[in-house]
Each structure stands twice: as structure tokens, then as C-alpha cells.
């Protein structure tokens, strides 16, 4: 048969059209800030390149954008793809059934030879692979404002819990606001995983999220943590319960306080005010160079579809979040780092650069709380951490009541 | 007189027909929704419903948590300050504005906005009011009385009174236009006549306006004491049940345990608690109005 | 029936105007005192929106400085518009303007259907004698009662069976459904109040059901109506988590955008702008509010028992 240039051209340009129409993608998200937004065009911008059509559901708040999903899957309407944390929160999805594998993309990508360790143990469930990861973020990190500490006469860094201590005295007694922390629940539930796991170390952390030991909580491990908890309690302001998370950051940018203990994403409030990583304000991430790394951040799961135009599109956006182009484009303006160690870090500002190194060694890689409890233990643990910090409670009895917490 | 018998029994039937919707919405939504949550509360949901069953494991659960008995000792003391302020307020509010005052659209309106207002961005705005160091406290202080005290939000055993008067500002504005609707349809006349006998004009509201208003009252009663139970947003956007546990309220605790922590059994449980609570205080009530001679038209 | 509509409708088309001000003139003790109760009560009232509205036209820097109640330095507009046309909500970053006509075309038969059952089910309540009725309401009265979160799963279920998740009137549906026990409360407590004279006069005259409720109560009742708008629209308008559910990504309200531009979990909070992103959003029901004052007139009923 002889087709004529024009049938030719006219099938072709069909083709076109209906597979690009056929990899319609409708994502959750809740990047819904400028900074976010201007990184989740990164990926849209990288699927669209890609042949496939993005249509973005942007709803803001975590819980609010994974109930969103939620409700779609039990309404039989569900999205392409969904976001979730780099955790245990869409375990229970899963054993429903509830979502498509991404086995095909996995091996054909040969995750397994490249991705870190923790990042497997939260996606990789009975053996098949259930979610795509398109970032690493640190909620443990130590920021400081520079000012503030030539202020208070703080010399350099601190490298211990010790001369943590000592740098906070001196901010105390030169009127500052040692410690600017938002008085809400998961703010001082960062505090207190931070703390366990610099002061009680590794395995006191691990025993405790992962083993769920309740023996290890009376250890010294814990101890020590709760009871620096209750020294730290001591260097923040009387106005920090309910404080948002972006005002004690505030509070650093304009060295009205010290330190703060939260993510890495908080780069996106200096950034926002106009300050540089290195020059007003400084970083890192535990005390000393051999310092455990955690690793928490953003996946997308992919609700369960027959439709074949749907899992090209899924199989398509699980390709694209993790191609070093996107990756790179993606990370730099989310302040995160890439799931990848292969990729050019040079353009990072000087945190991500030292995420980026202490990544490289898998020892110092650890996972976050979320990967390793279920949201329901999480919870149950949050709800003790936060009595503690704002009460008189004992030692003792908070031990007591944490062992009760993941007995669960 | 003019009425026979077919016709008394049509004008009954297109009463029936009218309710028929309320009818299916009480039976289908209400009841058969509350049925399935109080059956999934006997379940061991986790984030989808689950149809096992597990007894009473949830409820024991819910009653061996101390945020959840602290957020029923709240919405407690909370309920009945919340209620009380507005009221009065309210109609404070709706007797002064029946004065025939001028501005009264604008007055009528700056009591109402607080009701139109997200509480999202109002919450945090009544935060920022009372943190010590940045709100009231702070701004008196700098005023020059280096002493005043107001740090109630981040005080655990004063918390609840500032999410009493954040929700009485958002609140009383619509209890004062329920009630000022029902001062509206009290006869003028009834004034004259009493004017005319001497009565002061605070006595006949005592005497005269304020048993007319009785279902006014009744309905601004219903409506708080729903909003009471739903309290949600000025915890989240004030105090995020903070500090500690010490200003969790159930609607918050049912939310938390739905969506973030996974716990649809478990919020189911609480759910079922809290209308049995209704249910408890709402029956007597329903008992004695019941009792009352109701002005009912014999079809 | 007629005759009973002419003697009541003259106080509708001819209201009594608070203009009738012979009395007002007094600056009495009272007077005055009532004055300055109504102003600082209005003080009380408008200090958040003062800080609001400071806090929407300072740039973040002074923010963060924290003076709460202090004017603004340097003034700024930019919050607003960016507010209004230029804020991210994910993806795109177009502002709260996206989902304006979406609320509007949510609010506006919802409210009238809400309205509209909640004064028939007041009106059949109030006069007419159903079995059952009586039991009917106090359930629905309970119902007002059931937090609508653990409502959400098996409704989403329901309208999904009947091909409504997810549409303009599935959402119609669930907002009629949510507001029917309050304002059937409404207006049954208000029927209530009406003279039971006025009824049995139409009923004489011949009116049945629908002729009675339509010539007589509805045009009664318009301060129960102006309260009953005020709270559906302001009610509908400011819902959130109904219309992300159930509205479907076509239909998604105003709100929705408005918790893009203000919620965020690790993202940072452009106060100024989120400040004024809720203003905008409550100005239509702050319009609302005021056109509802011509409703809250006096006289609707007065002179109907004499006459």
C-alpha cells in the first residue's frame, strides 16, 4: 500500500497527539509555597519534556493533600500519582491493595544499586517497589544566626552536646534568645529525635523507632536524652508554644535568637529574607564529621489503575523524578538534596553540599522516625515527647510512659 | 368549617410530601452514616475501613488516653463559657442596635465580620495578640507598666479561656443577628402600650421582649452548642491543642486520629462518645419542650 | 386568602423606615452611655481586623520584626494584588482569583436550596400536623451534631455509586444535606413566633398547603431569611474540606486556593500576603452582610393580628 507525505504526516501528528493526551498525569502535591512551586516546575517542566501533560492538584498541608488522596482512592477517582513522606504513612494502602508497583521502572533504573539503603527500607514493601522517591531532606539540622554568636562571643561551631550547652549560656547571658523553637507538637518532636540521636547515639534510636524496645528506653541512651531535653527546655523563650516554625526561624534571621534545630527546608525562609548559607547565618547537621545523616523527604505513590494510558503515565513520572536532569533542576530549588550521588552538586548552596558529602558515606546514613514507626506510634510517642517538654514531668515517668507509647 | 373530608386529608399529604426530603436525609445521611461510623468503631480501621471486629478495644483505647480525656474536660469548660459570653453578648449586642441608633447597618456589620473571616488567618492573628512577647502583654508593657501579665495562651491551665474569647468574637455576631431578627418581629405596639403605662423601658424588655424571644434564644442555644462540639479551626490556627496537650479539644482529636495518625477506628470511637454526650444532654431537653403546649393546627 | 395577603402585604412593599427619628435626639445620659457601650464594643471587635489590615500592607521584613500593632514603616500594595492574581497555589501561581466563579456557582444554589427546605420543613413543622414529624426533627436536630469529618468516607462512597463524587451537584447536594438541621431549626423556631391567628385566617379563606406557605410565610419571613443568607453563605463560601472532596478539580472553590496561599507545611509564609488573600475572601460575604440589612426591618407582622 502507498501512503501519500500527507497521510503520512497527518498519522504521525495523530500519534503524536494521542499519547501525549494518553500520559495525562493528574498529581497531589503540597508544594504550594513560591519556593515549592518554582521546584515542582522543575519536575512538571521534566515530564512535560518527556511527551507527557501534567494536570497539578496542589493542595496545601500534608494531611490535607494525602486525606485528598484518600478520599479519591475510596471514591473510585483516583489521581496518577500521589505525594507522601518518605515513611511508613502508605504502608497500610498498600497491604489494601491499593497501589500500582513500579517494579518494571525499578529495575530497568537498577534502584537497587544505587539508591540508599534507607530510602528502600520505606519504598520497597514484600519485595516490589511502591513508590518513587525525588528527594532527601534532613529535618535534624542546626542553623545559627552569625551575628548573634559573634554577638554572644561564640567562636565556632559546636561539636558536642556539651559545647552546645556552653554556646547557649553565652547567648543567654548576652540577652539573646538561645533557642528559637515553635512550641508545636511535631517542632518538639524534631527536637527530641535530634537530641536522641547526636546525644543518645544510633542505637539508642534505632532500638527505640525501629525495635520499638522498650528495655532500650530505660538505657542510657534515652536518658541522657531526656534529661538534656529538660536542661534545653531552659533556653527558650516563654513565647514559644504554638509559634510557627517560620517565626523562630525569624527570630535567627534577625538575631534576635541563636539557634534553631529544624529541616533543611528552613533555608527557604533565609533565602526568602535575603541571606546566604556561609555568610548570615550558619549549618550543620549533628555534632562532629562522623555525625549520623537523617534521611526523610518527599515520595509519590501511584493509585491502583488497569488503565493502560495511566500506568505509561505513572511508569513515565516514576522515570523523570529520578533522571539526573530533574533531580538536579528539582533539588536546588527545594533545598533538598538528590536521591542521586551521581549528579553535579557544584551549584548547591554550602548545607546541601554537606548533605551531600556526609551522604556519601552509607554508615552515617539513618532513617527518619516516620520510616520507621507507623503514623499511629508516631502519634502515640509525639503525644508523651510534647507533656514532657511542657510539664514537670519526671525522668522517670516519661521513660514509663514512652515504654507504654510504643507498645502499642 | 368550609373544609371536608378529602380535602383535610390532601392538605395533610402535601405536608408529607414536602418532608419527604428531610425524611430521606435524616434516614439515609444522619442515621445511616452515624450506624456505620459506630460499626466501624467496633473495628481495627486503620487508614481505609475495615470490616472485622474487635469488641470494645477501641473505646478502651480512647478512654486510656490522656489527650482524649483532657480534650472532654475542655470542650467542657469551654462549652459552657463559649455559650454563656455569647448569649449575653449577643444580646447585649441586638438590644442596643434595636435602640434605633444611627449607623446601625455598619455597626450591624462590624459585629457580623468576624463570622465572615476564615479562621485560618483570624486564629493567627488572635495568637500573635496574646503571645507575651509579641502581642497585648508586649505592647502594654512598652506602654510603661513594665508588670502587666497576659500570657494566658502559653500558660497550660489558662490556654482554654483565650480560645473562649477568640470564638466569642467570631461567634456573638451571629447570635446577635438571630436575635435582633426575632426582636424585629415583636410588635412596635407593644411598646407604645406600655410606654403609655409608665413601664421603664429595661422593664418591658424583661417582662415583655425577652419571654417573646424564647425561641430566638432556643435557636442561637442550638446553634452555639453545635459549634461547641465542632470546634476545630481556632484550636488548629491558635494553640494547635498546645501547649502540650493542654488545649485538645475532641473535633481535633477525631481529625488527627482520621487523617494523620491513620486511626479511622479509633476516631470512630470517639465520635460515637461524643454523640452519645449529645444525645445524653439533648433527650431530657427534647423530653421537657415536648411536654410544653405546642400552638399545632389540627389538619 | 386574599384578603388575608392584602391586609398583611402593605408593612412588605411600604416598610417602616428607621428614619422616624422624633425620638432620637436626645443626648441623654442613657443615650450616651449606649454610645459609648456600642463603640467599645466595636473597638473589641475591630482590633484583629486592624492588625490585619496593617499586617497586609508591610512588607516581610518588618514583619518579622515583629511590632505587632505599630503602623506600617513603608507601605506596601503588593500583597494584595499579589494575593488576588500572583500567589502560588502549586503548580500555578495565579493567585485566589481561580476559583471566584467556582465558589460562586457552589454558593449560590446551595444556599437557595438549603433555604428553601429549611423554611418548608419550618413551615410543615410549625402548623401541620405529620406523624412522625416531630421524632423526624429531633433526629435531624441530632444530626446537626455529627462531626461531618467521620461523615466523609462513606458519603464519598454513596455519591460515588450514583456517579455524583466528584461534580457540581454532588457538591450542591452535600451542602443542602449539611444545612438542612440548622436551618430547618431556623425557621421552625421562627414560625414559632408568628401568630397562630395568621394561619388559621388563611386556612378559612381557603388556602392549602403550598398557596399558604408561598403568599403568606415565605414573604413573612424575611429577617429569618436575611439570617438564614448571612450564615449559608458565609458558611458554603468559607467551606474547605467539603468542596476539595466532593467538588471534583473543575469545580474547586475559592478556599481551596485560599488554603494553598496561606497553609503550608515546610514552605515559607508570606504573612502580609496571606492577610490579605482572607480579607478578599470575606468580602463577599461582608457584602452580603450589609445588602441583608434592609431585611432586618421592623413591622413585617405588626398590625396583621389587629387587622
Redesign the interface.
Known amino acids: 500500500m502507498q501512503f501519500t507525505l500527507k497521510q503520512l504526516a497527518l498519522a504521525a501528528t495523530l500519534a503524536v497527539s494521542f499519547s501525549a493526551q494518553a500520559q495525562k498525569a493528574n498529581v497531589i502535591h503540597w508544594w504550594t509555597s513560591g519556593g515549592e512551586s518554582a521546584a515542582v516546575k522543575e519536575l512538571a517542566d521534566a515530564y512535560t519534556k518527556a511527551g507527557g501533560t501534567w494536570v497539578d492538584e496542589a493542595v496545601a498541608g500534608a494531611?490535607n493533600a494525602?486525606?485528598a488522596a484518600?478520599n479519591r482512592i475510596?471514591g473510585g477517582n483516583p489521581p496518577t500519582a500521589a505525594q507522601f513522606n518518605t515513611s511508613k504513612?502508605y504502608h497500610?494502602?498498600i497491604a489494601?491493595g491499593?497501589l500500582n508497583d513500579i517494579d518494571a521502572v525499578a529495575s530497568k533504573e537498577g534502584w537497587d544499586k544505587w539508591m540508599p539503603k534507607p530510602i528502600v527500607d520505606a519504598i520497597k514493601v514484600k519485595g516490589h517497589y511502591y513508590a518513587v522517591p525525588v528527594n532527601i531532606h534532613n529535618p535534624a539540622w542546626f542553623w545559627y544566626s552569625k551575628d548573634a554568636l559573634k554577638k554572644a562571643g561564640v567562636a565556632s561551631e559546636p561539636k558536642t552536646m556539651d559545647e552546645f550547652f556552653a554556646a547557649l549560656d553565652k547567648l543567654k547571658a548576652a540577652g539573646l534568645v538561645p533557642l528559637a523553637l515553635g512550641?508545636?507538637?511535631w517542632q518538639e518532636w524534631i527536637t527530641f529525635y535530634s537530641v536522641l540521636l547526636y546525644v543518645g547515639g544510633p542505637d539508642a534510636y534505632l532500638k527505640f523507632f525501629k525495635d520499638h524496645d522498650a528495655a532500650s528506653v530505660n538505657g542510657e541512651g534515652m536518658r541522657k536524652t531526656l534529661t538534656a531535653l529538660k536542661k534545653l527546655h531552659n533556653y527558650v523563650?516563654?513565647?514559644?508554644?504554638?509559634?510557627?516554625w517560620n517565626d523562630a526561624t525569624a527570630m535567627v534571621i534577625s538575631g534576635k535568637a541563636g539557634f534553631q534545630i529544624m529541616g533543611d527546608w528552613a533555608k527557604g525562609e533565609f533565602g526568602a529574607a535575603k541571606q546566604t548559607a556561609g555568610k548570615e547565618y550558619g549549618c550543620f547537621a549533628g555534632f562532629g564529621p562522623k555525625a549520623p545523616y537523617m534521611v526523610a523527604g518527599d515520595v509519590f505513590v501511584f493509585p491502583k489503575t488497569t488503565d493502560k494510558a495511566a500506568i505509561e503515565a505513572q511508569h513515565k513520572l516514576a522515570t523523570v523524578f529520578t533522571s539526573p536532569t530533574a533531580q538536579v533542576a528539582f533539588n536546588n530549588k527545594k533545598g533538598s538534596i538528590p536521591v542521586r550521588t551521581d549528579v553535579d552538586s557544584s551549584k548547591m548552596d554550602i548545607c546541601a553540599q554537606a548533605g551531600v558529602q556526609a551522604m556519601k558515606d552509607p554508615s552515617r546514613q539513618i532513617a527518619n522516625p516516620d520510616a520507621l514507626m507507623?503514623?499511629?506510634m508516631?502519634?502515640a510517642v509525639q503525644?508523651v515527647i510534647?507533656?514532657f517538654?511542657?510539664?514537670n514531668q519526671s525522668v522517670d515517668d516519661a521513660v514509663k510512659a514512652l515504654q507504654g507509647a510504643v507498645k502499642g | 368549617?368550609?373544609?371536608s373530608q378529602p380535602a383535610r386529608k390532601?392538605?395533610?399529604a402535601?405536608?408529607?410530601l414536602?418532608?419527604l426530603?428531610?425524611?430521606i436525609?435524616?434516614l439515609g445521611?444522619?442515621?445511616?452514616?452515624?450506624l456505620?461510623?459506630v460499626r466501624i468503631s467496633f473495628s481495627s480501621s486503620?487508614?481505609?475501613?475495615k470490616n472485622d471486629f474487635v469488641g470494645f478495644s477501641q473505646y478502651e483505647r480512647l478512654f486510656a488516653?490522656?489527650?482524649w480525656t483532657v480534650s472532654l474536660h475542655n470542650i467542657a469548660i469551654f462549652g459552657v463559657l463559649f455559650i454563656l459570653a455569647c448569649m449575653v453578648?449577643g444580646f447585649?449586642?441586638a438590644v442596643?442596635?434595636d435602640?434605633?441608633?444611627?449607623g446601625?447597618?455598619v455597626?450591624?456589620?462590624?459585629?457580623?465580620?468576624?463570622?465572615?473571616?476564615?479562621f485560618?488567618?483570624?486564629g493567627?492573628?488572635?495568637?500573635?495578640?496574646l503571645?507575651?512577647?509579641?502581642?497585648i502583654q508586649?505592647?502594654v508593657r512598652n506602654l510603661g507598666f513594665p508588670e502587666f501579665q497576659f500570657?494566658w495562651?502559653?500558660n497550660?491551665d489558662k490556654v482554654i479561656y483565650t480560645l473562649v474569647v477568640a470564638a466569642v468574637?467570631q461567634a456573638s455576631?451571629?447570635v446577635m443577628?438571630?436575635l435582633?431578627?426575632?426582636l424585629?418581629?415583636i410588635?412596635?405596639?407593644l411598646w407604645n402600650a406600655a410606654r403609655i403605662d409608665g413601664v421603664p423601658r429595661w422593664r418591658y424588655y424583661l417582662s415583655v421582649v425577652l419571654p417573646?424571644l424564647g425561641?430566638?434564644f432556643?435557636?442561637s442555644f442550638?446553634?452555639l452548642?453545635?459549634g461547641v462540639?465542632?470546634v476545630y479551626d481556632v484550636v488548629v490556627a491558635?494553640?494547635?491543642?498546645?501547649?502540650?496537650?493542654?488545649s485538645e479539644v475532641p473535633?481535633k482529636f477525631?481529625?488527627?486520629?482520621?487523617?494523620?495518625?491513620?486511626?479511622?477506628g479509633l476516631?470512630?470511637a470517639a465520635?460515637t462518645v461524643?454523640?452519645l454526650t449529645?444525645?445524653a444532654l439533648?433527650v431530657p431537653w427534647?423530653y421537657a419542650r415536648?411536654v410544653q403546649s405546642r400552638?399545632?393546627?389540627?389538619? | 386568602m386574599s384578603a388575608v395577603v392584602e391586609r398583611i402585604t402593605p408593612p412588605v412593599t411600604a416598610p417602616?423606615q428607621?428614619k422616624a427619628?422624633h425620638?432620637?435626639s436626645h443626648f441623654t445620659p442613657a443615650r450616651l452611655g449606649?454610645?459609648a457601650?456600642?463603640v467599645s464594643?466595636?473597638a473589641?471587635?475591630?482590633?484583629?481586623?486592624y492588625?490585619?489590615l496593617i499586617?497586609s500592607v508591610k512588607p516581610m521584613e518588618e514583619i518579622h520584626l515583629?511590632r505587632?500593632?505599630a503602623l506600617p514603616s513603608s507601605l506596601t500594595f503588593e500583597p494584595w494584588v499579589q494575593a488576588w492574581s500572583a500567589a502560588c497555589t502549586g503548580l500555578e501561581c495565579r493567585g485566589i482569583q481561580v476559583g471566584f466563579w467556582n465558589s460562586v456557582w457552589i454558593v449560590v444554589p446551595s444556599t437557595i436550596a438549603s433555604i428553601f427546605?429549611g423554611a418548608?420543613?419550618g413551615?410543615?413543622?410549625?402548623?401541620?400536623?405529620?406523624r412522625g414529624?416531630?421524632w423526624?426533627?429531633?433526629?435531624?436536630?441530632?444530626?446537626?451534631?455529627?462531626?461531618?469529618?467521620?461523615?466523609i468516607?462513606?458519603?464519598v462512597r454513596t455519591l460515588a455509586t450514583v456517579n455524583l463524587f466528584g461534580t457540581l451537584g454532588g457538591i450542591v447536594f452535600i451542602h443542602t444535606?449539611f444545612g438542612?438541621p440548622?436551618m430547618?431549626?431556623?425557621f421552625r423556631?421562627?414560625y414559632?413566633?408568628?401568630p397562630?391567628e395568621l394561619?388559621?385566617a388563611a386556612?378559612?379563606d381557603?388556602g392549602?398547603?403550598?398557596r399558604i406557605f408561598f403568599q403568606l410565610m415565605l414573604p413573612m419571613s424575611l429577617?429569618?431569611i436575611?439570617?438564614a443568607v448571612?450564615?449559608q453563605v458565609?458558611n458554603i463560601w468559607?467551606d474547605f474540606l467539603l468542596g476539595l472532596v466532593f467538588a471534583g478539580r473543575d469545580n474547586l472553590p475559592m478556599?481551596v486556593q485560599?488554603?494553598n496561599v496561606?497553609?503550608t507545611t515546610t514552605g515559607e509564609r508570606l504573612?502580609n500576603v496571606?492577610?490579605a488573600?482572607?480579607?478578599l475572601?470575606?468580602l463577599l460575604?461582608?457584602a452580603v452582610?450589609?445588602i441583608s440589612?434592609r431585611w432586618?426591618?421592623?413591622?413585617?407582622?405588626?398590625?396583621a393580628?389587629?387587622g
Open positions: 494531611d494525602r486525606a484518600i475510596a504513612q497500610d494502602v489494601e491499593q512550641g508545636q507538637s523563650d516563654a513565647g514559644s508554644p504554638g509559634r510557627n507507623t503514623p499511629d508516631v502519634g503525644d510534647t507533656k517538654w511542657n510539664g | 368549617m368550609a373544609s390532601k392538605r395533610a402535601a405536608a408529607q414536602a418532608l426530603p428531610m425524611a436525609t435524616v445521611v444522619y442515621i445511616g452514616t452515624v456505620w461510623s486503620k487508614i481505609f475501613p488516653t490522656e489527650r453578648l447585649f449586642l442596643f442596635l435602640q434605633h441608633v444611627r446601625e447597618n455597626l450591624r456589620t462590624i459585629f457580623l465580620y468576624p463570622y465572615a473571616m476564615s485560618v488567618a483570624t493567627l492573628v488572635w495568637q500573635w495578640m503571645n507575651p512577647g509579641l502581642g508586649a505592647a500570657d495562651i502559653v497550660q468574637w455576631g451571629l443577628a438571630v435582633l431578627a426575632g424585629r418581629g410588635d412596635e405596639s417573646q425561641p430566638a432556643g435557636t442550638v446553634l452548642a453545635v462540639v465542632k491558635m494553640t494547635l491543642g498546645g501547649p502540650g496537650n493542654a473535633a477525631i481529625m488527627d486520629n482520621l487523617f494523620t495518625r491513620a486511626n479511622v476516631a470512630s465520635s461524643m454523640l449529645v444525645l439533648l427534647w415536648s400552638k399545632l393546627v389540627h389538619s | 417602616v428607621r427619628v425620638r432620637k449606649l454610645y457601650l456600642l464594643s466595636a473589641f471587635f475591630l482590633l484583629p481586623l492588625v490585619m499586617t515583629g505587632l500593632f427546605f418548608l420543613n413551615y410543615a413543622l410549625s402548623f401541620w400536623r405529620v414529624a416531630g423526624l426533627f429531633g433526629v435531624l436536630m441530632f444530626g446537626a451534631f455529627v462531626p461531618y469529618q467521620v461523615m468516607y462513606p458519603l444535606v438542612m440548622v430547618t431549626l431556623l423556631n421562627y414559632a413566633g408568628v397562630i394561619f388559621k386556612r378559612i381557603g392549602g398547603f403550598w429577617p429569618i436575611a439570617v448571612i450564615m458565609t468559607n478556599t485560599l488554603n496561606i497553609n504573612y496571606n492577610m488573600a482572607t480579607v475572601t470575606s460575604p461582608l452582610y450589609l440589612g432586618f426591618l421592623r413591622g413585617i407582622t405588626a398590625g393580628v389587629k
